[in-house]
């Protein structure tokens, strides 16, 4: 993957044609990242981009993505949005099994395969307009996809949401847990891009600033080894205007990691 980067991408797209996702891993720390990222993503397996920071983890790696290839049920999932009038989707992201950006093409929303036990969270990030008091119908979610065990014909399902308005703010009812644990963990990854962005641009102190606020915030929900590589780091940063390559592999796998657990997922 040195000096032949485009290549790679095509031959990424060239695989999803035929339907063959792609996993890639990164030994060790002298890799690029980002390729192995849109590799994936290009392939239809957005989160079969795996840091390997020992050779001891190499078979367990191998294993983990082997087993869930097994377990496979539903190919080529996606979903569409139809939106009520004047709300717009600012942002979407899968928060399980992975947390990932996710980009739209051409109004659908790829999902690629679902595997037994793993589920597939999507959060979507509306922005919405002030409605009158009532029930209003926010969107429709249509999701298809092939499953083979029932037959070649796509299988498709949908779902309706909707939301009170009320103008007493006391009646609102209260967030779900699992949105609050998927919402605090999503803020610490998008704090991780902004690092990424901002190192990038050459705006050296606010990454700092951003690395600090979240070892703070990782610390406050157990992740504690994380949360030292991203002081580590921002000292790194504020004296040399640079992360180290393993450092900046750590917290970019790292908070990606920072899923949402199926335990915590309620499903209907």
């Known amino acids: 993957t040195y000096g032949d980067e485009d290549g790679c991408l095509e031959m990424a797209k060239r695989a999803a044609e035929e339907k063959i996702s792609l996993t890639l891993m990164g030994i060790g720390s002298d890799w690029n990242d980002r390729l192995l990222d849109d590799m994936a993503r290009l392939s239809g397996a957005p989160d079969a981009s795996v840091y390997i920071d020992s050779t001891s983890k190499i078979a367990e790696a191998f294993h983990e993505r082997i087993h869930g290839l097994g377990n496979i049920f539903a190919h080529d999932v996606v979903i ?85 308005f009320d103008l007493k703010l006391g009646r609102r009812s209260p967030v779900p847990p699992d949105i609050v644990s998927a919402m605090g963990k999503l803020a610490i990854f998008k704090m991780q891009e902004r690092v990424m962005e901002d190192i990038e641009q050459g705006d050296i102190e606010p990454a700092v600033s951003r690395l600090k606020t979240m070892a703070t915030r990782l610390l406050d929900i157990g992740e504690v ?4 590589a991203a002081l580590l780091e921002a000292g790194r940063l504020a004296q040399t205007g640079s992360l180290s390559a393993t450092g900046r592999k750590k917290i970019r796998y790292g908070t990606r990691e920072l899923t949402i657990v199926p335990k915590e997922v309620q499903h209907d």
């Not at 080894?225 to 030292?228: F, K, N, S, T």
């Open 225 to 228: 080894d994380l949360a030292r």
């Open 80 to 164: 569409s949005v139809n939106l009520a009038d004047r709300i717009v989707i600012k942002e979407t992201f899968r928060v399980s099994p992975q947390i990932n950006r996710l980009y739209f093409s051409n109004g659908r929303l790829p999902l690629g395969s679902l595997e037994k036990e793993r589920p597939q969270v999507v959060m979507l990030e509306l922005t919405v307009p002030s409605l009158s008091p009532g029930t209003h119908r926010l969107l429709q979610i249509n999701v298809e996809g092939s499953v083979p065990a029932i037959g070649d014909s796509p299988t498709r399902t949908q779902h309706t949401v909707t939301m009170p």
